[in-house]
């Protein structure tokens, strides 16, 4: 499996809580999607090398993200959809996602998604309280979100996930709960579920550092983060990584193969690649990216991945999720070394339960993966 990457960096305004690169101008817009043709173009051998690492595999999600890939209008997508399929996929893709803002939601635009090739949507949600989307700065209302679903739907999309967010300043559980049972009422396939981060560059790391930012406390979160388990539960939702609940055949195909290590491309500014061996950042500028790719110069910076970095990568993003670490995958790929290491410092989350062996793999059960992070911070080489 390969996956491929579009990012597009616009936004119609910045959320108070968004460190993804994109900008609110949209006077590149253009000229941007045109240097993402040429980014395409001069990439086209990109999985050629990882072919045979891969053992040839061609199949391929593609994920159209941002930014707000629905501010595009329908035919600039999809010259720069049919460019990146024409180019990398053998076959269609398996899985194609594009994600949407429901304020940017209509019919018409919808089916033209379902012409592109489109199977599954996004939809960017948060909350389903008109005061939460206001302090978030997001534009559309409770009633759009809502009916963004219902519009896609009737559109005949099948596999539908929602974001939405807890821990959000005021938000109390029973807020939560109610969150979480207007989106598994809408009948959607995918959940993906985020606690609030702040990052320190956003209005809302301003508004912490000015001490101006009421967040819920520590326990009020453990007890939001497992609300989520278990409304989720209760309609049938499996929980595969930290942050991501499907229906049983609904799990994210372009996600997994992200925590399995498969290869994938980003293309547009900030995008990030990786063939297995070397990451690829992509500039997060616009103007830079769209300068370098008109001057045929450089725009990415490489990171050859050392033996440990791939090892840390491997057990960081594993463990986040149901399928674990494979031993026999860490002892094909990684020295003994390591292996020893991983086997020597798991040991006292095994004996805690912490981390369960089930044959070759190792997991974090679901009831542990709040506090994950500390567990696979003593697995992880410093
Ligand atoms: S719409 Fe999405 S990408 Fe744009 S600012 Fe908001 S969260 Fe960030």
Redesign the pocket.
């Known amino acids: 499996m390969i996956g491929i990457y579009l990012h597009i960096p616009f936004?119609?305004?910045?959320?108070s809580?968004?460190?993804?690169y994109?900008v609110?101008s949209q006077s590149l817009v253009q000229t941007a999607v045109t240097a993402m043709l040429r980014e395409v173009e001069r990439r086209k051998n990109y999985f050629a090398p990882a072919k045979s690492f891969f053992f040839g595999a061609r199949q391929a999600t593609l994920y159209i993200g941002?930014?707000?890939p629905s501010l595009l209008p329908p035919d600039t997508l999809n010259t720069l959809i049919q460019k990146a399929i024409e180019t990398f996929c053998a076959v269609p893709p398996l899985e194609f996602t594009v994600?949407l803002?429901p304020d940017d939601v209509t019919t018409e635009y919808l089916h033209r998604l379902r012409d592109m090739g489109v199977n599954r949507i996004s939809i960017?949600i948060?909350s389903f309280f008109g005061d939460d989307l206001q302090r978030?700065?997001?534009?559309h209302t409770a009633q759009q979100a809502v009916s963004s679903v219902l519009m896609a739907q009737k559109a005949g999309f099948e596999n539908i996930s929602v974001d939405l967010m807890y821990g959000l300043p005021g938000m109390d559980a029973k807020r939560w709960r109610s969150n979480l049972e207007a989106a598994l009422s809408l009948g959607v396939q995918h959940l993906s579920a985020y606690a609030l981060t702040i990052e320190k560059r956003t209005p809302f790391g301003v508004l912490q550092r000015k001490n101006k930012l009421l967040l819920p406390p520590e326990d009020e979160l453990v007890m939001q983060h497992d609300l989520l388990c278990e409304v989720s539960a209760k309609s049938g939702f499996v929980h595969y990584e930290i942050s991501n609940f499907a229906l049983n055949g609904f799990f994210s195909k372009h996600n997994a193969a992200y925590w399995q290590q498969q290869p994938y491309i980003g293309i547009g500014p900030s995008a990030h690649s990786y063939n297995g061996r070397q990451r690829q950042s992509n500039v997060a500028s616009n103007a830079q990216y769209i300068k370098n790719m008109e001057e045929e110069g450089d725009f990415f910076e490489v990171e050859n991945l050392s033996q440990v970095e791939r090892y840390n990568e491997y057990v960081f993003t594993g463990l986040r999720t149901i399928w674990g670490i494979s031993l026999s995958y860490l002892q094909q790929i990684f020295d003994k070394e390591l292996i020893n290491y991983l086997l020597n410092n798991a040991k006292k989350h095994i004996d805690s339960k912490n981390i369960v062996v089930d044959g070759d793999r190792l997991t974090i059960p679901e009831n542990r993966w709040f506090v994950a992070d500390s567990i696979i911070v003593d697995l992880i080489w410093a």
């Open positions: 936004c119609k305004s910045k959320c809580y968004c460190d993804f994109s609110a941002g930014g707000t994600e803002n960017g948060q978030l700065n997001r534009r």
